[in-house]
C-alpha cells in the first residue's frame, strides 16, 4: 500500500512559480511510474506530467511543456513538480499518483494510488 501526500498549493501572480511536492510512503515507491494530474471544478481530470521510476523518462502535456519539470528522488521516496512561469488557466486542483509499474502512462485509469490533491491559485 501507498499513500501520498501533497504539499507546496498556494496563490501566486501569473509568471510566478510554485514546486508542488509528492511525498509518498511505502518502501516499493522507488519502483513506481509517478505522474501529476490536474482537475478544475466540473471538468475530467487532466494529465500535467508524469515520471518513470529511474526517473531518467519523463511526459508532459503540451500545455505545460517548457515550463513545468518533474522529478524525483527516491531516497526521499519525494516527486517535485516545478511550475514556472504560471499562467490563470494553470489554477485547479493538483493530485499526484503512482502506479505499480515502472513505466509512466498518462492515463489517470492506470493509476491505484492518489493523493488529496493541492490547490493552485494563479491570479492575473
Known amino acids: 500500500q501507498v499513500q501520498l501526500v501533497e504539499s507546496g498549493g498556494g496563490l501566486v501572480q501569473a509568471g510566478g512559480s510554485l514546486r508542488l511536492s509528492c511525498a509518498a510512503s511505502?518502501?516499493?515507491?522507488?519502483?513506481?511510474?509517478v505522474a501529476w494530474f490536474r482537475q478544475a471544478p466540473g471538468k475530467e481530470r487532466e494529465f500535467v506530467a508524469a515520471?518513470?521510476?529511474?526517473?531518467?523518462?519523463?511526459a508532459y502535456a503540451d500545455f505545460v511543456k517548457g515550463r513545468f519539470t518533474i522529478s524525483r528522488d527516491n531516497a526521499k521516496n519525494t516527486v517535485v513538480l516545478q511550475m514556472d512561469s504560471l499562467k490563470p488557466e494553470y489554477t485547479p486542483v493538483y493530485s499526484c499518483?503512482?502506479?505499480?509499474?515502472?513505466?509512466?502512462?498518462?492515463?489517470?485509469?492506470?493509476?491505484?494510488?492518489w493523493g488529496q490533491g493541492t490547490q493552485v491559485t494563479v491570479s492575473s
Open positions: 511505502g518502501r516499493t515507491f522507488s519502483t513506481y511510474g
Open positions: 515520471i518513470d521510476w529511474t526517473g531518467g523518462t519523463t
Open positions: 499518483a503512482a502506479r505499480s509499474s515502472p513505466l509512466l502512462s498518462r492515463d489517470p485509469y492506470r493509476y491505484a494510488y
